[in-house]
């Protein structure tokens, strides 16, 4: 049972390239959320998908987009990268929408954007 | 919105010393509060939590009581280790289960 595995752990980006960050868990979770943590922030949700077959836009959704491809799995895509979205990328998962869930979170992908 | 507001670090401490990390809140309605805790490279995982006013979350010796007239959440633990040394972060939930975080606070235990 490995949890929520995310890929790469680590990339470089020159600004205006393209990538995508692949998360996907094991636990049979309705919900998944996607994160970034810059210093002295904490982190802010980016996007994150209810159910599968939904996705719906966080705190700081701009210059990303994401795909529910199914229960398992949850993509984070930058389509163009700037240095602005140099951070710590974190997905996470919780069992439904309740506010009473833990969300377990992925080991991160720590981006740079040159 | 919602909002979540926790002591800056970095908190230095010996080892067995008591360690307190204040929370407060702002928030509609009566959200659930969580603290988790980020050891060096590695994820977030879940410390504790408590989903409504008065109850107290525990675990590996550290506790928080959901303060709904103070709007607070504050992490305490009687005798630190080397061990404990890592991130902690204060959330809440709201719409959703979406989760806000404070800002972190990083500790440092030194034997």
């Known amino acids: 049972n490995a949890g929520v595995t995310q890929t790469p752990k680590f990339q470089v980006l020159k600004t205006g390239q393209s990538m995508t960050l692949q998360c996907a868990q094991d636990m049979n979770h309705n919900s998944m959320y996607w994160y970034r943590q810059d210093p002295g922030m904490g982190l802010r949700l980016i996007y994150y998908?209810?159910?599968?077959?939904?996705?719906d836009k966080g705190e700081v959704p701009n210059g990303y987009n994401v795909s529910r491809l199914n229960k398992r799995e949850f993509s984070l895509r930058l389509e163009s990268a700037a240095p602005s979205q140099t951070s710590v990328y974190f997905c996470?998962?919780?069992?439904?929408?309740?506010?009473?869930?833990?969300?377990?979170f992925g080991p991160g992908t720590r981006l740079t954007v040159l | 919105g919602n909002s979540v507001t926790q002591m800056e670090g970095p908190v230095t401490l010996s080892e067995e010393a008591f360690l307190t990390i204040n929370c407060t809140y702002t928030a509609t309605g009566y959200p659930s509060l969580f603290w988790y805790v980020q050891y060096p490279g590695e994820g977030l995982q879940l410390l504790l939590k408590a989903t409504k006013a008065d109850d107290k979350g525990s675990n590996k010796g550290f506790e928080a009581t959901y303060r709904k007239e103070t709007t607070s959440f504050h992490l305490e633990k009687g005798s630190v280790q080397v061990s404990d040394s890592a991130v902690y972060f204060c959330a809440l939930t709201g719409a959703g289960n979406k989760l806000t975080f404070g800002g972190g606070t990083r500790v440092l235990v030194k034997p």
């Open positions: 996470a998962s919780s069992p439904g929408g309740q506010g009473t869930d833990t969300q377990y």
């Open positions: 998908s209810a159910s599968e077959g939904t996705t």
